[in-house]
């Protein structure tokens, strides 16, 4: 994680907002603050951010809906999302739509922090560095997918945007191509934090990729469904 990350809290709470921005101050993090979407758009555009902590419940458009936009920008900022302690759905529809992580309310700050943290740590890829050469890159189906550099290329000169997420377990997939993985085993070999951490978010981010990979999402050639196993990764792979 770089020194003083740069964190954009937004959330129509201002005792929310106060506290979580003496709380990072006082830990090294940069942070601002909006109390909306518009207010939040109009900081984004004055200055870079490292990560957004994004409430599920604004006035105006919803935590989800600025979600949405952001991933339809192709902005592959951080997005952690605030949702209330029981709405279950809120938190399945942010992952799916391409949120990193989520915090249910009332949360701890320090919990929150950690959350902030490993979602960094997974974003700049700098512990999947330390256990990869200095470049391995892998070639399956017509695509390109450079592990240094994180980044997938395809067919015809492309590149798909990916989150980290959704990079760490495609990753996953391409090391162990053509097995049968449990969601369980997904889990684990993906790193098991933050937006991989239980069964419903390997789905979720299965979907997404699919959506980003696949020519027909609801037949997939690259990612297939195992009925009662889990997935598989069907190409054969060349790592390079």
């Known amino acids: 994680m770089k020194p003083d990350p740069h964190i954009l809290i937004v959330d129509d709470d201002k005792g929310i907002r106060d506290l979580l921005q003496e709380f990072f101050e006082k830990r090294g993090l940069r942070t601002s603050v909006a109390r909306d979407g518009t207010e939040m758009e109009t900081i984004m555009r004055r ?49 799916e739509i391409g949120a990193d992580d989520y915090v249910p309310k009332p949360f701890d700050p320090r919990e929150l922090l950690a959350r902030i943290r490993a979602v960094l740590r997974r974003n700049t890829g700098v512990a999947e560095a330390k256990r990869l050469p200095a470049r391995q890159i892998y070639r ?11 980044s997938l290329v395809a067919p015809g000169d492309v590149r798909v945007e ?40 390997i789905d979720i ?34 790592n390079e």
């Open 162 to 201: 990916l989150t980290a997420a959704e990079f760490n377990l495609l990753h996953t997939f391409v090391k162990s191509a053509q097995r049968v993985l449990t969601r369980d085993q997904l889990i684990e070999l993906s790193g098991g934090d933050g937006a991989i951490a239980y069964d419903r978010s």
């Open 47 to 95: 200055g870079q951010f490292d990560l957004v902590i994004l409430d599920v419940m604004l006035p105006g458009k919803s935590g989800l809906e600025l979600c949405r936009e952001l991933r339809s920008a192709n902005q592959n900022i951080p997005i952690i999302m605030l949702t209330a302690v029981n709405e279950t759905t809120d938190r399945v529809v942010g992952l």
């Open 205 to 238: 981010l299965v979907s997404r990729l699919r959506r980003k990979m696949e020519d027909d999402p609801k037949t997939p050639k690259l990612i297939q469904t195992v009925r009662s196993g889990g997935y598989q990764f069907i190409p054969e792979t060349i």
């Open 140 to 150: 399956f189906a017509g695509w390109t997918m450079d592990c240094s550099r994180r």
